[in-house]
């Protein structure tokens, strides 16, 4: 089963995703591969895998993701061969990824394997102050750039399985567990 959390830049869907892992027992991640570079605590292989522009070029020349997407001047990405290799583990993956790729996604996977997409809504207001506090140093035209995917990215719930609000750390992440669980015995019995 694949689980996949959107929601614009600073929703909370890393966080989630290890909240998720650390309390569930059969739920691993797929981290994307990503042209960006690493933020401060971030880790090779653990959030993403990090590689150039002219690396990630090569790749989408030789058919080597499911779907990928240039996302605030950086490309992301799902490896094939990652997301086949954790699927036939027969574990749960959870993915966090932005809204164009779970479209792509869908389209790829829903015939595959089960696929059950969430998206995380947080208010602008709550926005901005998320992405003040994470760290990033954003400048004043990237704070803004996140901010306005903000529509666009909610012009796109109806793809979605779940919309929860992430306005409570423990209670999204209840949420979530439940729902995992509760797909995770509808699958069973199909």
């Known amino acids: 089963m694949l689980v996949i959390l959107s ?14 892992i650390k309390r569930m027992e059969n739920v691993i991640s797929l981290p994307s ?26 790749k989408i020349k030789n058919g080597e993701f499911y779907e990928y997407d240039i996302h605030h001047e950086n490309y992301y990405g799902t490896s094939r061969k ?3 290799e954790k699927i036939q583990s027969g574990k749960i993956i959870v993915k ?8 792509n ?9 089960k696929l059950v997409t969430i998206f995380l809504k947080v208010d602008k207001e709550e926005l901005k102050h998320r992405l003040i506090n994470r760290g990033d140093d954003l400048s004043e035209s990237e704070m803004e750039l996140r901010l306005s995917r903000l529509q ?19 209670k ?19």
């Open 82 to 84: 990652l997301m086949n």
């Open 105 to 113: 996604l869908i389209k790829t996977l829903k015939h595959e394997t």
């Open 172 to 190: 999204t992440v209840q949420v979530i567990m439940t729902i995992i669980e509760n797909e995770v015995r509808l699958e069973g019995t199909i």
């Open 152 to 170: 666009y990215e909610e012009s796109k719930i109806p793809l979605y399985d779940y919309v929860i609000k992430n306005d409570e750390l423990e």
């Open 7 to 20: 929601g614009v830049s600073g929703a909370g869907k890393d966080t989630i995703k290890k909240e998720l």
């Open 96 to 103: 966090d990824i932005e809204v164009n790729g779970t479209e």
């Open 33 to 58: 591969f990503t042209s960006r570079n690493p933020r401060v605590g971030e880790e090779e292989g653990v959030q993403y895998h990090f590689i150039t522009k002219e690396e990630f070029k090569e």
